[in-house]
């Protein structure tokens, strides 16, 4: 969706179960993290007060609802300020059939800082959100600059600024559990204005028709590095049901950032989904609440990294999108070589991560993808670099990193 974004970005639809993780590299490892686990465990139903503020700005959104009033958003506000701490995840009223989940944090980064990151036109969404996205983009770039010159602006007394529909398209990574990738457009709106004299900035966005058929995909290493194989082939990685062709048949979602101090910043998501095969949705709110945690989780990690800036960010966007052919070509080699060194692993992991990867990566067949993509792996892989978290760009025999 560059409709940002469980939305953060556009991420309306990127349904990724995180439930599966680890750290040393080449030594799979099956961990459910303890707050996540006790998340779920704890989902609380979503107060009524809070719902009716949601309602009220999903239907400005799309168009039912000709005005805003942000005053009526109060309670929604009010809610997040005081959920944020700890980690909450919540369990939302259905919408039009589709399950929700709603899932709120406090990331300890300015609120300006934050939507930078976030929003501006110059770094994709996949560059911040590499667990949930492969790639993003909008469907008029400038369309998103004058957003952003927009929503970028601290609102002042009463007044609020709304952004048009935004038109984007996303393609998510590979749920771990069944290893289903899509990609489909979305539609996107901004709303930044004061609340009980609080800065905030309200996100909705909207897939505008189903999703592509499923493709195969899988993680490669420890699922907290956000690597994944794509393969390109049609159906599920589910023992017996590889065949099945699953599709998203509907994704709502809206992202709430609030500035709660001069170096604090309360973020919510929430989003609803629609998603199975032949209209059977077979999505829960536990599911997509996993999504969640997983997303904004590596999003907080990024956001709140002392390297990190938008600046910074987009000079590695830059950098790369300046990359000659024969140059992606080869990091593009190196990001293979990892794969393999994965895949000839005698281990299996849970849920037989390792199985599926030998049994859809084969070095023999072309696996040639478009120069978007390869740019979008090598943006990535700078990210977690800068992180001090690099995967493939890392020369196993001695240990350094790839020159850039």
Known sequence: MKTRRGDLKGMSAGLILTVLGGSNAFAETALTPAS?????????????????????????????????????????????????????????????????????????????????????????????????????????????????????????????????????????????????????????????????????????????????????????GPLDQALFYYSGKPGLNLSGMTWMLSRITRSTTLSVYIALSSNETAVATFAWLNAGWKGVNVTRASHILNSQISTLDFSRRIAQHPAVSAPVIASIVDSVNGLPSAALQADYARYLAYVQRWRDQDKQGVFCRSTFLQELYNPKENQDIPLRHQRALIIQERVRTLLGIPTWSVNTETGIVAKH
């Open 36 to 220: 996540a686990r006790d998340i779920i465990a704890t989902m609380r139903p979503f107060p009524a007060s809070a719902k009716t503020a949601v309602d009220s700005l999903l239907a400005f959104a799309n168009g039912t609802r000709p005005t805003f009033t942000p005053g009526l958003t109060r309670p929604l506000v009010d809610f997040i300020s005081s959920a944020c701490t700890p980690d909450s995840g919540w369990e939302l009223p259905e919408r039009d059939g589709a399950a929700g989940a709603a899932y709120v944090v406090m990331i300890k980064t300015p609120l300006q800082q934050y939507l930078a990151l976030n929003f501006h036109p110059d770094i994709p969404d996949y560059a911040v959100f590499p667990s949930a996205l492969r790639y993003s983009a909008y469907l008029n770039s400038n369309a998103m600059h004058q957003a952003y010159a927009r929503i970028a602006t601290d609102p002042t007394g009463t007044d609020y600024t709304a952004t048009g529909h935004l038109l984007g398209m996303e393609e998510i990574t590979p749920n771990p559990e069944s290893g289903s990738y899509f990609s489909y457009t979305n539609s996107r709106t901004f709303l930044r204005c004061k609340v009980a004299d609080r800065d905030v900035l309200f996100s909705c966005s909207e897939t505008l028709a189903p999703s592509t058929f499923s493709n195969r995909g899988v993680p490669v």
